[in-house]
């Protein structure tokens, strides 16, 4: 086994983007503010991206990347105070997606990709089940399609424009940072202008 990275991320580093997010004027209909929200997401994909990857060479066991994605996923998931509602949404919106992204990694460490079906059919099954309020089913099928992306499948995005806005979509877009970062897991400065 070869030395890990020291770090994957650190919950300093969600902090500094928090304190960015706190600190600068949010309106998503702008592209620097969407920009930056995206920067955070694809912040934390990347750091998920780097786990299964150092797993995937061996870099890392498997008790050791579940480990690794819990200490994120606790740090990311956690609930964030802002005193802007708009802003603290943004944010709820930005971990909504994520939260797919961490099963979808669990997931592939643990069990390996899910081979059953593409992974446009996964999102499109995790579609229906949401419609069906079957909240637990469309999370699984949506990471399910995660494992697919880590294991190296594409996931073309136009296959959302057959899903309600929902829970189904905010995941998917959390797979679309993670399908970039596995991609290219180049860091994301965080004190870019």
Known sequence: MSAPPEEFYSDERWQNWLDRIREEEIDPENEDSARLLLNLQDDVAIAVAKIVTAYDDDAIDEEEALEELGDIREVVLDEVSFDNDEKAMLIDGVQTSLVCVFYAAEQYVAEGPAEEASVEEYVLEAGKAEAAEDLDSALGLVA????????????????????????VTEWVNG???????????????????
């Open 175 to 193: 797979l679309d940072s993670l399908q970039s970062a596995m991609s290219d897991p180049e860091v994301v400065e965080e004190d870019e202008d």
């Open 144 to 167: 399910a399609a995660g494992t697919g992306i880590i294991d190296g499948a594409e996931l073309d995005m136009s296959v959302t424009e057959d899903i309600e806005y929902g829970l």
